[in-house]
């Protein structure tokens, strides 16, 4: 098994581009997230989903939009980057039981700068 | 809502036992996690306490007080592997469960 798969490992983006951060999990995970990690932040949790075709918003959605098409993947994408978004991107799964999270496995991470 | 407090920072030597302290105010919430971060790396599962009382795996204990709204991870005979950043996080949510993390411990073990 892979794991959680992350790409790429590190972004340069110029402020007002677009693009994607890809997430793939071969565990056969109902809940996927995504975090960024700030220095001093500890981990704060974006956007997060519970199986195919449904997501949800954590404590900072702004900027960031998600979707769930198959339970793999889980892609994470940035509408119109700016530097506050520039931060190190981690994408968890884990299994549900009875709703709760026990144990979540975090993707390498991705590191991404906006200038 | 919910708020969880950690000590920015700890030191300790090799052999040590070193507790790290998470206080949290929440409403409710399911279960107490602890999580292992290396410098670069991803963070790493820990523990998981669901009920009052202590979990030990290893040389890591973890330990939930829901009445005093408090946690703890005990890591004994430290190593220098040990030194990471660790995080308490809470497991709560309305109708789906969710992590919400402290800032972290910074964990530095001296020879």
């Known amino acids: 098994n892979a794991g959680v798969t992350q790409t790429p490992k590190f972004q340069v983006l110029k402020t007002g581009q677009s693009m994607t951060l890809q997430c793939a999990q071969d565990?056969?995970?109902?809940?996927m997230s995504w975090y960024r990690q700030d220095p001093g932040m500890g981990l704060r949790l974006i956007h997060y989903?519970?199986?195919?075709?449904?997501?949800d918003q954590g404590e900072v959605p702004n900027g960031y939009n998600v979707s769930r098409s198959t339970t793999e993947d889980f892609p994470l994408r940035l509408l119109s980057a700016a530097p506050s978004q520039t931060s190190v991107y981690f994408c968890?799964?884990?299994?549900?039981?009875?709703?709760?999270?026990?144990?979540?496995?975090f993707g390498p991470g991705t590191r991404l700068t906006v200038t | 809502g919910q708020s969880l407090e950690q000590p920015s920072e700890v030191t300790a030597v090799e052999g040590a036992i070193v507790q790290i302290n998470c206080t949290y105010q929440?409403?409710?919430?399911?279960?107490l996690s602890w999580y292992q971060q290396h410098d670069g790396g991803a963070p790493t599962f820990l523990s998981y306490?669901?009920?009052?009382g202590l979990e030990e795996t290893g040389r890591f204990s973890s330990f939930l007080s829901r009445s005093d709204s408090y946690g703890y991870l005990l890591l004994q005979e430290l190593q220098m592997k040990d030194s990471a950043s660790y995080f308490c996080?809470?497991?709560?949510?309305?109708?789906?469960?969710?992590?919400?993390f402290g800032r972290g411990t910074q964990l530095t073990v001296w020879p």
């Open positions: 306490n669901a009920l009052d």
């Open positions: 968890a799964s884990s299994t549900l039981r009875q709703g709760i999270i026990y144990e979540q496995y």
């Open positions: 989903s519970v199986g195919a075709g449904i997501t």
């Open positions: 929440t409403s409710g919430f399911y279960g």
């Open positions: 565990m056969n995970h109902e809940y």
């Open positions: 996080a809470l497991a709560r949510g309305s109708t789906l469960g969710r992590l919400y």
